[in-house]
């Protein structure tokens, strides 16, 4: 169990932040041109491989790039040789799973979007969800990807773009009670937006 006042786990360690998280990539040059030239991230580290050692050692050929962001945190892929993407999960939507990005404020996250927009990426947002305001997008290896700001708490309203919030504590104590109808409020949702 997690002590959420320090941010120490019950075990006695923190979590002091993300170091990186890896995808499979289907093509590594368009995935290092897009990263390194449309989103301006180094090509930090590199790992050219032919076994897998967190797996016991199971021979595999493969490529891992690791991209630097400005906090010296990484994204990073996998490149099997294969110029196939990862397949998507069947029983979860394609905006499910996704990788956000901060940036510093609402000019960043503007000019992020005419970037992308520029090279022909289609973006949606930007969305206030009150704490935060994002884009969403995909890289070219199908990845969803956000980009995101912080609001600031004084500027924030106790609403997003669904409408007004409680407090996390109470917004999980309402999923946790309807979360076994979210089928049907969806269908619900659906019929009254016609």
């Known amino acids: 169990m997690t002590n959420t006042r320090s941010g120490s786990a019950a075990g006695g360690f923190a979590l002091k932040g993300l170091h990186h998280y890896a995808y499979k990539c289907q093509d590594p040059v368009k995935t290092r041109h897009f990263y390194e030239k449309v ?18 050692g199971e021979p595999t050929h493969y490529f891992h790039l690791f991209f630097e962001m400005k906090d010296g945190s990484y994204i990073a892929f996998f490149d099997l040789g294969d110029n196939e993407k990862s397949l998507p999960s069947p029983n979860t939507a394609a905006w499910v799973n996704h990788i956000a990005f901060e940036v510093a404020d609402k000019a960043e996250l503007l000019a992020a979007k005419a970037a992308l927009e520029g090279e022909g990426i289609e973006v949606v947002g930007p969305l206030n969800h009150d704490f935060v305001e994002s884009i969403y997008f ?40 309807e979360r076994s109808r979210a089928k049907e409020f969806a269908q619900s949702w659906a019929l009254a937006q016609r």
């Open 138 to 177: 995909f890289d070219p290896n199908g990845i969803r990807m956000e980009f995101t700001f912080r609001i600031p708490a004084a500027l924030q309203q106790g609403g997003h773009v669904y409408g007004q919030a409680g407090t996390p504590d109470e917004e999980f104590d309402k999923w946790v009670a």
């Open 39 to 56: 989103l301006g991230l180094r090509l930090a580290h590199t790992v050219r491989a032919t076994a897998m050692p967190s797996t016991g």
